[in-house]
């Protein structure tokens, strides 16, 4: 296990002295104190209490991962284009590893903002159609000016393109999400392969 601490540098400094007059290096000369300090015989007598202050489970812990050049140029490459940065990239295939369900769906930052986009377009569409039905409503009053007739047509005509906008959107949408699913899960390698 490794295992980190933040020392002051005069403190480093008298270890690096001391573990080099010993014959070893920093590392080996902390373990080996820390070792037979938990080890002395006096502390035999030491009730074992519940192992406390670890935190809870939701806290965020720092972990270290050594890497291959390769490996994080290769993260890189393909964090870049989801607009994810090394640290996301990481985490995010961390979590989708170990749960195969996720119980809320994480998307990607590029994939989220093409969500937000259409969403936003969706809602246009829908306020257009809300203004027509308006249109035709008022139309459709006893002694309007309005002709229901040149409303209704097109808005008809209309109505069955939005239709057909909104299928392809729906289904683009699917699709785009249903492959980051799979990017995260590795369903995509059994379903290309």
Sequence with gaps: MNVGL???DELVAEIDRVAAANGQNRSSWMASVLANAVLAPENDDIPVLPIQGR?????LVRVTVRLERSEIEGIDTV??????TRNEWIKRTLRWQ????????RLAPATQAEIVRLRKQVLLIGRNINQAVHAMNAANQPESSLDIARIAGPFSEKCEE??????????ALSASIGAEVGYWTETYRTSGA
């Design 6 to 8: 933040r020392l002051k």
């Design 55 to 59: 935190g809870h489970s939701d806290d």
């Design 79 to 84: 964090a870049a284009p989801m607009r994810m």
């Design 98 to 105: 170990l749960w195969d369900k996720a119980g809320v769906l």
């Design 162 to 171: 939005l239709k057909a906008l909104l299928f392809a959107t729906r289904l």
